[in-house]
């Protein structure tokens, strides 16, 4: 791992390219509906149960990494964009749009409450899991 000797975070790759610091997590959920603030409550502690992860957060826009970026979010009028990405291509109703790009597969759900969050789970579990196998490392 290479540490930035800026904002001290770490990246596999030396020298890697990035914003420095975290950004400030309140900045994304100011002024936003009841259920957008939940729903991007319970992500955030999901991930956080996962492992060592992560978060990053610019304007509207938070990203969640173990060694790398497995799964970010925008908040949008009513909802959570959620793009979660992994190892192979799943046929789920929830998933709005989904793009392979060869090494992953990127799946985008609009989550509006905690129950929609709830079917998500899974799969942001897969992507942590993705992110830190063997297989995902290039
Ligand atoms: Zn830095």
């Known amino acids: 791992m290479w540490q930035c000797p800026k904002c001290k975070r770490e ?19 100011r002024d936003r509906p ?27 826009y938070v990203l969640f990494r173990s060694s790398r970026i497995f799964v970010d979010l925008s908040i949008m009028k009513d909802v959570v964009r959620v793009a979660v990405h ?20 990127t799946h985008v759900a609009k989550i ?14 897969e992507a942590y899991e993705f992110s830190v196998s063997e297989q995902s490392s290039s």
């Open 86 to 105: 992994i190892g192979r291509t799943v046929d789920n109703p929830i998933f709005i749009k989904i793009v392979d790009d060869g090494k992953q597969v």
């Open 34 to 60: 009841q259920s957008v603030v939940e729903v991007y409550r319970a992500i955030e502690e999901f991930t956080s149960k996962l492992g060592k992860v992560e978060t990053v957060a610019r304007d509207r």
């Open 11 to 29: 990246f596999t790759r030396k020298n890697q390219r990035h914003a420095c610091g975290t950004g400030d997590r309140d900045d994304v959920i």
């Open 112 to 125: 509006a409450n905690l129950r929609e969050l709830k079917k998500l789970e899974p799969y942001i579990k």
